[in-house]
């Protein structure tokens, strides 16, 4: 059986003690889990990580998580690893349902390809499962953020460095520069 990994940001709530209602929780990452999440997703940091979700608890046991996520984080600048700071405000929703087995999901991100754009589609609209009627809030704010953030941070002003070449396109003659040559001669024969 695979080692379980505790998320960095770990707030588990129990909705089965919530069925019928709503429920509105606040959460906020403290410095520890901050600093292990900006390792997580590379980052310099995050300052601030927080967000005020509500779970609705449905009769059939299915439950919406939804709510706003804020967040300060530095990334480094793609053109000159310098610090970017970005703010992000999101809106987190996702739906959990009891009658969605974890085997109903592809393990491994290969049997994606296999897929028509259909199936991909019905499969990104299928409910996230809800196992033993525990959700972890925190891991959900912390896969927003994740995608959320700017996955091309760039410095205001940044240019990025022309690309390197191969030593094959270093070595090969430019097709015009012959081209260019035969203009001069005709011109000077002109």
């Known amino acids: ?30 410095e520890k889990e901050r600093k292990a999440l900006a390792e997580r997703f590379e980052l310099i940091a995050i300052n601030s990580l927080k967000a005020t979700l509500t779970t609705t608890t449905a009769g059939n046991g299915e439950v919406t998580l939804r709510g706003p996520m804020h967040a300060n984080i530095v990334q480094r600048c793609v053109a000159t690893l310098e610090p970017v700071p970005e703010t992000i405000e999101d809106e987190v929703e996702v739906l959990f349902s009891p009658h969605v087995s974890e085997d109903d999901l592809p393990s491994n991100p290969d049997d994606l390809d296999d897929l028509s754009e259909e199936e991909l589609m019905a499969l990104l609209d299928q409910p996230e499962p809800l196992v033993d009627g525990k959700i972890d809030i925190g891991e959900v704010v912390a896969q927003f953020l994740a995608v959320a953030m700017n996955p091309y941070p760039r410095k205001d002003g940044a240019k990025v460095a022309d690309v390197v070449k191969s030593e094959d396109e270093e070595e090969r003659p430019n097709p015009f520069a012959k081209l260019a040559g035969l203009k001069d001669k005709l011109e000077k024969k002109n």
């Not at 770990?10 to 959460?27: F, L, Y």
């Open 1 to 30: 059986m695979p080692e379980q990994i505790t998320p960095e940001f770990s707030r588990i709530v129990n909705t089965d003690e919530q069925v019928g209602k709503k429920s509105k929780i606040e959460i906020e990452a403290n």
